[in-house]
């Protein structure tokens, strides 16, 4: 399984900014979602995250401002960001679990390529 994401940029401070990640592979099937970062000289954090279900959660500095999403049709998955924040600023990483469908089933983790989402004041 492997996952692309799209939609970095620049953005004002106050402005929006739409990620989205796309699973590609063979008899899977995607389960947990989640979005991760990692800023200037922070640790890579969870920001959001999404369950096969729809259930989310969120770190609490996005909260109210990002909303995650998925189409399991399209095997993507979303993040919304508004009222974005310099402290925004970071590599922003899909990670997806995943079932692969063989003579068993293998469960797996991918990791898409980072993209640089920059958020200026």
């Known amino acids: 399984v492997q996952l692309q994401a799209f939609g970095g940029g620049l953005a004002l401070a106050g402005g929006s900014l739409r990620l989205s990640c796309a699973a590609s592979g063979s008899n899977f099937r995607i389960n947990d979602m989640n979005w991760h970062r990692k800023g200037p000289g922070n640790e890579r954090e969870l920001v959001a995250g999404?369950?096969?279900?729809?259930?989310?959660n969120y770190r609490e500095s996005v909260k109210g401002r990002f909303t995650i999403s998925r189409d399991n049709a399209k095997n993507t998955v979303y993040l919304q960001m508004n009222n974005l924040k310099p402290e925004d600023t970071a590599v922003y990483y899909c990670e997806a679990d995943y079932w692969i469908y063989s003579d068993t089933i293998v469960a797996g983790r991918a990791w898409g390529r980072g993209t640089l989402v920059t958020v200026s004041s």
């Open positions: 999404i369950t096969s279900g729809g259930s989310t």
